[in-house]
């Protein structure tokens, strides 16, 4: 059974950093696919980066050149860095894993193990 905590979600001020975690817990390979996903009130689930297994990375285009995520293996600890933040960003953050996902994992459904998401709150 696999379980994902998220962590360090909390309020900021727009241009503010903050920087969010997850740690996976339970059988997984040792590589998986995982990403980050956020929704906010009213709004559908966005993708917002994936590191696959291989360490390569997609961001959604919103985020590109403020967010990294990278990923600690040998702690099972996802984390997302995210600079320059802004109102825009304001939604729970959800982690996500799977053995392998596509190349278009960012904008699928695809994710089986999910968080229950770290509020993050950009004023």
């Known amino acids: 059974h696999v379980q994902l905590v998220e962590s360090g979600g909390g309020s900021v001020q727009a241009g503010g950093s903050l920087k969010i975690s997850c740690v996976a817990f339970g059988y997984m390979k040792s590589r998986p696919c995982m990403g980050w996903f956020r929704q906010a009130p009213g709004k559908e689930r966005e993708g917002v980066a994936i590191?696959?297994?291989?360490?390569?990375?997609n961001y959604a285009e919103t985020v590109k050149g403020r967010f990294t995520i990278a990923k600690d293996n040998a702690k099972n600890t996802l984390y997302l860095q995210m600079n320059g933040l802004m109102p825009g960003d304001s939604a729970k953050y959800l982690c996500?894993?799977?053995?392998?996902?596509?190349?278009?994992?960012?904008?699928?459904?695809?994710?089986?193990?999910w968080g229950q998401g770290t509020q993050v709150t950009v004023s």
């Open positions: 996500a894993a799977e053995p392998e996902c596509s190349a278009v994992a960012i904008h699928s459904d695809e994710f089986t193990h």
């Open positions: 590191i696959y297994s291989d360490g390569m990375t």
